[in-house]
């Protein structure tokens, strides 16, 4: 797990664009999932079969061709970090297994500053500033706004994230060409020019197409994947595409 790959100006933009853009919410969607597609909802249904009744799966359906995703891949999208599950980010600070990152500091019960992610068992939520909040809640409601009001007494924990600075952000590393990159290791696919910008340790749909990426950014075959309790991609090996 890495510190967040944007800037605090950055994060917001992603998470109002998801909103503008009238985002649904499928359980166990990312970012990277998209679009929406008929075999991607039937693994997840497979995987989660309580939560996918066939009321559930009808409504996810419906959004094959358009874009979803879940409470815990909207804020790893604002982040720019790879996809974890709601459980892993209520352990980003204030656990044994993240004490040597500091990336985060845990505020308890204070009112959150721009940026904040609220999280509470099951959920997680993008705090925009004035007193409004961006979360992907439910197929029925998909990404949508909530005042800090309304659901405060909820929320359990605040987590502060240190954001890259602007100028880092500007000066960071630039990757001239988009999309699939190769060097003397392998395959490696970038999706945006900034550092940090491309796949790893997830799977991704590119033009429709799903490809594994290993912890090193890595395109490989024959992928071993493991999940997390969430269901979010913990780790991926597999031997490299050169």
């Not at 998470?15 to 359980?27: E, Q």
């Not at 590393?173 to 910008?197: C, M, P, R, S, T």
């Amino acid at each position: 797990m890495s510190k967040p790959k944007t800037t605090l100006n950055e994060a917001r933009t992603r998470a109002m664009k998801l909103y503008t853009d009238s985002w649904g919410y499928i359980y166990g969607f990312k970012y990277n999932y998209n679009p929406v597609t008929e075999s991607r909802i039937d693994v997840l249904a497979k995987m989660y079969p309580a939560t996918f009744t066939a009321s559930y799966i009808k409504k996810a359906k419906g959004m094959i061709g358009g874009n979803a995703i879940d409470c815990s891949g909207l804020v790893c999208h604002c982040l720019g970090i790879s996809d974890i599950g709601s459980a892993e980010i209520g352990l980003l600070s204030g656990s044994n297994y993240y004490s040597e990152e500091d990336y985060y500091d845990f505020i308890d019960n204070i009112e959150p500053e721009p940026g904040a992610i609220l999280w509470k068992k099951g959920h997680v939520g993008f705090y925009m500033g004035d007193g409004v909040v961006i979360e992907a809640r439910s197929i029925a409601l998909g990404v949508c706004t909530s005042k800090l009001t309304d659901t405060w007494r909820g929320w359990s924990k605040v987590l502060i994230p240190t954001y890259v600075d602007d100028k880092d952000y500007n000066e960071g590393v630039l990757y001239e060409n988009l999309g699939w990159n190769h060097d003397d290791i392998g395959w490696w696919y970038a999706y945006g020019h900034k550092q940090g910008e491309y796949y790893k340790s997830e799977i991704a749909t590119i033009n429709g197409e799903s490809f594994a990426f290993n912890e090193s950014g890595y395109c490989v075959i024959n992928p071993a994947i493991r999940y997390d309790e969430s269901g979010a991609v913990k780790s991926v090996t597999g031997g490299k595409i050169v």
